[in-house]
């Protein structure tokens, strides 16, 4: 299918040019799509207005465009090499609004830079995978089964979602958990180290629980029994299911779900901005974002496929999985299906810095395209 | 180089099942979407639209209340309130204190309003102050700048242009209590007002209509965004009752002016329609449907005139000398004594060891039944009581609606007390007393009645023995056409009211002093006073104290029951004034005055003549001590 636009092999570097007309335009275009949708959803979160939401997301959109573009026209090889020093910087960067975060007496998430706000836990999620797919790059099958060649990777890991559950933020954490254990899966890791550390979680659940926030227990009690607090915690997913079911098949219309115009629905245009979604477009809206985003990360893994080298492979898996992650949470999340975890749902909802790392991640797997013939040494 | 293969083949293995993982938990999501948004979309359809419309009950008006004539006696009046929208003012605190400049609000009101806004979303009303005047709403209006956010609005709410006069009939209206049944989703109306007691409690259904609907589309906080759909509900209906607005004022007016306590009623004598129904002192029923202070509320509680009781059913009193129309029928009824039968009356009579006195300490000489009736005897009824027995006088009273309860409707009707020897057995385990029946022959001792069961027994005696029933409501021909015939007869009636006759139209004897002669129209009745104290032996021997000396509780009650006109009856009239100081003097000249009206006011009875020739007369002249 990409056949077209496939240049005949070339092993070294290409020009900006030749790289541009290897994007892969269709991934690309299921990409707007998305980012449309959510321009059109939050038009109407906003009650038919391009203010305050849908315009700035567009400006946000386009320039997360430019950098997904700019990104892919990078040399891979680049990404190999500054994986560590992006991944230290990312960590440095948590520890920071750590730190400012006790001074400041509050959970901290920002690091506030004038322009932008950066949020380093998004910065981690891609420095993460980078880093983990240049470890096992160079590692041997050998040293990835053993038990000492799985140290580094797993203390890489750990470190900085330890950091940001202590912001607290749970379902980021869990994410970089979930992300990297994939990664640990695809490069072979034996399945029976998964069950030693998985039996191991499950035992220190109850650990675990002492040291959740009061908030964090509440949701997850919430997610067992809706029904529990139908007026707190409870509301939120209770009404989200209304707004979900009251959709019915075709949905009421644009501009017309009760649920959410008349505020039933929290957070509309973030966290449940799928449910609005659902709502107005009944469940064939609902399942036209499903399956696009379904080929979104079908893409992304054939992209991976044809990558020749392994660090491209990993990086496209782990951007893919770490998109599903989001994707599958958010959507679980207002199905009733997860506890609400205040992951949103990338492209869709509003917020610039998921924006640009979601276009960050779609720059360096569309860059892993253009190399997918570029073979990586071990260095 | 083998190896880095198998690390390849690992990879693409691996990520082919972590692929499918992902592609079956993305099934998981479509199939979750399918179950909320197709299987259970009918339930969440419903919940969604039970979370964006909201209804709200419309009061409809409550139904107004007519006299027999048309004249409105229970109305609603417009009520202006003046609220305040908390969103809509820049600045609270400045704008209550500019209405405070304007009104004054109590401490409490303005606690209670900053309570209220403190409770509620801040585009929801509150209620500053009510029942605010003309001039205090053109006040607001006319500072209405210095007010933002304050809005007047419009409620309906219970008005009775007669007032305390007709309260005892009317009854108020009051906001809803714990112990009211609940069968109407209207009563969970806030500050919506049920009947509490008289008409109003009787024909609440009737009255209070049915509720509409506001369907409204709201949002999460409760706020109306549109409005779906009305319905209005059906208004109260009116309630038509026999009460002449004029009689009732009148005869209220009787007693308020002399401040006396005590009750009035006026029948028709053929239907039993109720024309006049009075109980004094009374209250005004506007102050509660405004809500009452506790003040007021204290004031009513502890008057010794009782002006919450409604003495003309919950009153229960001894009949007194009227009870001798009782006696003398049914002794002429039993054959005890025939129309001729004289006694001898020396002023006192002895019985077993005890002595009985005839109110007129010189006696009163031979006299047959009219006689007794026109002077009223004591010693004559004792005669006749004794002869007759009480079994035989319990059950004429009875026919005549004595000892059980009427049910005209209102609440706290009492029954009044018809004793004979069965009842005494069981109340007090003792057999009756001969001397017993002699008291019982003169309307005292264990007789009680109240003063609606006094104007039913004239009715029925004027009428020549119909079962007329009080009522409230108006009767059709056709039950006016079924009323029974007491079994008593018309000769023996006619003998009574003969007595009657002369009672108030003959010098000397009781009531003469309050007759009257209009257009040759004329005035029968019996008198009957009640001694609330005991006359002590010693008190006999010297001197009998005068009513005027006594303080005002240990006054006899005054009864006066009586018809008009007397030769072809058509209102019965039983006035009850307590302590009063006897029926002559007390009961008479009210119950006078009030057939006098009505017969002035009902020009069917006479042809009415240009020139008035014949006026009433003067009722001070000639007032006839008390029997």
């Known amino acids: ?379 | 180089m083998n190896r880095d293969n198998d690390k390849g083949k690992v990879l693409i293995n691996r990520s082919l099942i972590v692929a499918v993982g992902k592609f079956v938990l993305l099934m998981c999501i479509i199939l979750r979407l399918y179950y909320l948004q197709v299987y259970q979309a009918d339930k969440y359809k419903t919940l969604a639209d039970e979370n964006r419309i909201s209804t709200r009950l419309l009061v409809p008006p409550r139904g107004l209340i007519y006299d027999r004539n048309g004249v409105v006696i229970a109305t609603n009046q417009q009520n202006f309130q003046a609220l305040i929208v908390a969103e809509q003012t820049p600045n609270l605190q400045q704008t209550l204190d500019a209405f405070k400049k304007i009104m004054p609000l109590s401490e409490a009101e303005e606690k209670r309003i900053k309570k209220d806004l403190k409770a509620n979303k801040s585009f929801v009303p509150i209620k500053i102050k009510d029942n605010l005047t003309w001039e205090e709403v053109s006040k607001i209006q006319l500072n209405a700048p210095d007010l933002p956010g304050v809005i007047i609005d419009e409620g309906l709410s219970r008005y009775y242009p007669y007032g305390e006069k007709m309260a005892h009939v009317l009854g108020y209206v009051a906001a809803v209590s714990d112990k009211d049944e609940k069968d109407d989703p209207l009563l969970e109306v806030p500050d919506f007002k049920i009947g509490k007691s008289g008409i109003e409690k009787l024909f609440e259904k009737k009255l209070r209509g049915k509720g509409g609907n506001l369907k409204s589309e709201v949002n999460a906080y409760g706020r109306v965004m549109k409005e779906i759909e009305k319905n209005e509900g059906i208004p109260g209906e009116r309630v038509d009752l026999t009460i002449d607005a004029r009689l009732q004022e009148k005869a209220y007016d009787l007693f308020a002016e002399q401040d006396q306590s005590g009750a009035a009623i006026l029948l028709d004598v053929h239907s039993g329609e109720i024309l006049a129904f009075v109980s004094a002192p009374s209250f005004d029923p506007n102050a509660f449907s405004k809500g009452i202070s506790n003040a007021e509320w204290k004031e009513l509680l502890s008057n010794e005139k009782k002006p919450l009781s409604n003495k003309a059913i919950s009153g229960q009193y001894s009949p007194g000398s009227t009870f001798k129309i009782i006696t003398a029928l049914a002794a002429l009824e039993s054959g005890t004594i025939k129309p001729d039968t004289r006694f001898f009356c020396a002023a006192k009579m002895t019985l077993g060891t005890h002595t009985f006195h005839c109110w007129k300490r010189i006696g009163h000489g031979y006299l047959n039944v009219i006689e007794a009736l026109k002077h009223s005897c004591d010693i004559f009824f004792y005669e006749t009581a004794l002869r007759l027995g009480i079994e035989k006088l319990a059950d004429m009273a009875r026919r005549f609606g004595l000892g059980s309860k009427i049910n005209v409707g209102l609440e706290n009707e009492k029954a009044g007390l018809i004793p004979d020897k069965a009842w005494k057995l069981k109340r007090f385990g003792e057999p009756w007393q001969q001397g017993e029946s002699l008291i019982s022959g003169i309307g005292q001792g264990y007789i009680l009645t109240t003063p609606l069961q006094l104007a039913t027994m004239v009715a029925r005696v004027a009428n020549g023995g119909y079962e007329v029933k009080p009522t409230f409501t108006k009767l059709t021909s056709d039950e006016k056409s079924h009323i029974n015939k007491i079994k008593v007869h018309s000769a023996y009636i006619d003998m009574v009211k003969e007595g009657m006759f002369e009672v108030v139209n003959v010098p000397g004897a009781t009531a003469y002093g309050s007759r009257f002669d209009y257009h040759g129209i004329k005035m029968a009745g019996k008198t009957g006073s009640t001694q609330v104290r005991r006359i002590t032996m010693k008190e006999r021997q010297t001197r009998i104290l005068k009513q005027d000396e006594l303080p005002w509780k240990y006054r006899d009650h005054g009864v006066f029951v009586g018809y008009a006109p007397a030769d072809n009856p058509k209102y019965a009239v039983a006035v009850l004034v307590e302590h009063g100081g006897g029926g002559s003097k007390a009961a008479a000249p009210i119950a006078s005055k009030i057939l006098l009206e009505a017969v002035k006011l009902d020009t069917s009875l006479y042809n009415p003549s240009p020139e008035k020739t014949l006026t009433p007369l003067s009722l001070k002249k000639d007032v006839i001590p008390s029997e």
């Open chain 1, 1 to 379: 299918m990409y056949k077209f636009y496939e240049t005949t092999i070339k092993t070294q570097s290409m020009s900006l040019t030749e790289k541009f007309f290897n994007l892969n335009f269709m991934y690309i275009l299921l990409i707007s799509l998305m980012a449309a949708t959510g321009v059109v959803m939050l038009y109407s979160a906003a009650n038919g207005s391009w203010s305050p939401w849908a315009l700035n997301h567009l400006v946000r959109f386009a320039f997360g465009f430019c950098l997904m573009i700019a990104l892919a026209m990078m040399d891979i090889r680049w990404f190999m090499r500054y994986a560590y020093l992006f991944y230290f910087a990312s960590l440095f960067l948590l520890i920071v609004v750590e730190v400012e975060g006790h001074i400041g007496m509050g959970a901290q998430r920002w690091i506030n830079l004038g322009i932008i706000k950066i949020q380093p836990s998004e910065l981690m999620k891609i420095a993460l995978v980078l880093a983990l797919a240049r470890y096992f790059h160079t590692s041997s099958l050998q040293t990835i089964e053993s038990i000492r060649g799985i140290i580094p990777p797993a203390l890489m890991t750990l470190v900085p979602a330890f950091l940001v559950m202590i912001q607290p933020d749970l379902g980021t954490a869990l994410m970089l958990l979930f992300t990297a254990g994939m990664i640990f899966f695809v490069v072979g890791v034996q399945l029976w180290k998964f069950g030693v550390v998985i039996l191991a979680g499950l035992l220190s659940l109850p650990i675990a629980w002492q040291f959740l926030h009061g908030y964090q227990k509440n949701r997850i009690l919430t997610f067992l029994d809706p029904e529990r607090d139908p007026l707190g915690a409870g509301y939120h997913i209770i009404q989200s299911k209304i707004a979900l079911g009251s959709g019915g098949v075709f949905g009421k219309g644009f501009l017309k779900g009760t649920q959410s115009h008349l505020n039933f629905l929290p957070e509309k245009h973030t966290d449940f901005i799928f449910t609005m979604l659902s709502e107005e477009f009944g469940m064939v809206g609902a399942v036209f974002v499903v399956l696009v985003n379904l080929l979104i990360i079908a893409y992304t893994y054939s992209f991976a496929m044809k990558s020749n080298s392994y660090f491209g492979k990993l990086v496209a898996i782990g951007l893919a999985c770490n998109y599903f992650l989001y994707i599958f949470i958010n959507i679980s999340m207002v199905l009733g299906m997860l506890p609400v975890v205040g992951i949103p749902l990338p492209l869709i909802s509003y917020g610039g810095t998921v924006m640009l790392s979601v276009m960050s991640s779609f720059g360096i797997i569309l860059c892993v395209y253009i190399n997918r013939n570029m073979n990586i040494g071990k260095d």
